[in-house]
């Protein structure tokens, strides 16, 4: 069975730091894609970062993270994470990590919290 656990999530004032953290189980995630999406009470779900799965630096932020977030994966840990930075209350939502292979499986984690007050 494969499972992605996302942990890290909390409540934080604005300024703070969180680090959401994506645990993979059932798959190696050297062969996935990870993203991150995030969805705000009353909002769509959006995309917020992406990791390429075979080169790390090739990176994806939306707009409104860029220079504040920072995605990466620890294939030694089949992990991924999201540091956040400098949050703003606008940063409230459930966080997601999905992973997505090139043959187009794909798969989501159940979300994590992130509050942050102002």
């Known amino acids: 069975e494969v499972q992605l656990v996302e942990s890290g999530g909390g409540l934080v004032q604005a300024g703070g730091s969180l680090r959401l953290s994506c645990a993979a189980s059932?798959?190696?995630?050297?062969?996935?894609?990870i993203q991150w999406f995030r969805q705000a009470p009353g909002k769509e779900r959006e995309g917020v970062a992406c990791?390429?799965?075979?080169?790390?630096?090739?990176?994806f932020y939306a707009d409104s993270v860029k220079g504040r977030f920072t995605i990466a994966t620890d294939k030694a840990k089949n992990t991924a994470s999201l540091q956040l930075n400098m949050l703003k209350p606008e940063d409230t939502a459930v966080y997601y990590c999905?992973?997505?292979?090139?043959?187009?499986?794909?798969?989501w984690g159940q979300g994590t919290q992130v509050t942050v007050s102002s």
């Open positions: 999905k992973a997505r292979e090139q043959n187009g499986s794909e798969y």
């Open positions: 990791i390429s799965s075979v080169d790390d630096e090739d990176t």
């Open positions: 059932g798959i190696t995630l050297d062969d996935y894609e």
